[in-house]
């Protein structure tokens, strides 16, 4: 179960020594040697955003005060140059390398590259930020999901031709039911006698989202990034839907957003009240699109990781406190757990439902326009 791995994840760390953890901010070196005179209460809040966000290198275990991650590339341009090493250099963010340092003011924007005064740590803010290119945790998430989806498909595709007017087996059995389900129950229905050649997208976009939802539930490494919990990803897919809707509108759609038929002539002049609001649908539609995945796969996670920094709030109270609730935390995040397998297929549904909708949309020939015209 997942919930269980989290838990011996956390629990890796003894609960007598959560309150002296020592601050990321300060060297690695000297973290050992001030550890006995520093006292830091465990923070819910910034563990579980620290789990939930983008990062650049991929933390995977943290024993007492060693962490185990796994640096990743930062590439930046900054006026007209490329430069790379790798975010090892940073030192969990604690130092600064050929001018640039990990921001760790969440005000000036944690997590950003940004150049540093030379000499000092200090965010130099006059100069202006690099474009930064760099292979973040999300990123190799993502090539992560798309290997994992390659060689599936790859592996379906050849049965297909094996068993062709056979009964499928293996992987090809598996992935079927899903595939006729996104045709028969989401193309089809929504857009029409047209669906076929949307197929080839809406398969993309629900294995992509569905796959990707179910390895950011599993904590370990190559699981674990919060890919479709990231907002720039969901926006991305929510801006190839748009592109398609838009380019693919014919004549009919325009015509009852900017002239609905069967309308009051005072809702369209002078003020064009209906036309506006209309054409502001054609934005919002993809813009839920995006906030309804990302929110809903980024709340799995941090009621998930909630209940088990109860275990960590109670034992800086005290440890048999913590060892009390750790059952109670557990047994309510493993009931977490189950639901995110199933919000993992709903989100994906979902996203493919509406995409498939707006298609539908965008094509229909609306005869009962031409008749009432007539």
Do not use: C
Not at 303 to 318: E, R
Not at 327 to 342: G, R, T, Y
Request: proline fraction near 6%; hydrophobic fraction near 50%.
């Amino acid at each position: 179960m997942r919930t269980f791995l989290l838990s011996l994840f956390f629990l890796s760390v003894s609960l007598g020594a959560i309150s002296s953890t020592p601050s990321h901010d300060e060297p690695l070196q000297t973290q050992h040697e001030t550890t006995s005179h520093q006292e830091e209460e465990f923070n819910a809040g910034n563990m579980i955003i620290d789990h939930i966000v983008d990062s650049h290198d991929w933390h995977i275990a943290t024993f007492g005060h060693t962490h185990f991650t796994i640096p990743l590339p930062i590439i930046l341009i900054d006026e007209g140059k490329l430069i790379v090493f790798s975010s090892a250099k940073f030192h969990h963010e604690t130092q600064s390398y050929k001018g640039y340092k990990i921001e760790t003011d969440r005000k000036a924007g944690k997590g950003k590259i940004v150049k540093v005064v030379p000499g000092t740590m200090e965010t130099d803010k006059t100069a202006s930020r690099p474009i930064d290119l760099s292979i973040t945790k999300t990123v190799v998430g993502i090539f992560f999901n798309l290997i994992v989806l390659l060689l599936i498909f790859f592996q379906v595709a050849k049965s297909y031709k094996r068993n062709a007017g056979h009964a499928p087996k293996g992987l090809q059995s598996l992935l079927e039911p899903l595939i006729l389900f996104v045709r028969d129950d989401i193309a089809e229905p929504s857009i029409g006698k047209h669906y076929k050649k949307f197929m080839p997208f809406l398969l993309t976009l629900f294995f992509f989202i569905f796959f990707s939802n179910l390895i950011g539930i599993f904590p370990f490494f190559p699981g674990g990034a919060n890919v479709t919990g990231n907002i720039a990803v969901t926006m991305v897919l929510a801006v190839f839907t748009f592109l398609i809707t838009t380019v693919i509108a014919n004549r009919s759609y325009w015509l009852h957003i900017f002239n609905p038929p069967g309308v009051p002539w005072w809702l369209k002049f002078p003020f064009p009240l209906l036309p506006l609001i209309e054409l502001m649908g054609v934005f919002i539609k993809p813009f839920v699109l995006m906030v309804r995945l990302f929110a809903n796969m980024t709340a799995g996670h941090i009621i998930v990781l909630g209940f088990v920094s109860l275990i960590f709030i109670f034992a800086n109270m005290s440890p048999l406190l913590g060892y009390a609730v750790s059952p109670v935390s557990i047994l309510f995040s493993v009931f977490i757990s189950l639901l995110e397998l199933l919000v993992a297929f709903i989100q994906a549904y979902v996203f493919t439902m509406l995409s498939a909708l707006y298609f539908g949309m965008a094509t229909e020939e609306h005869e009962h326009a031409h008749e009432s015209a007539h």
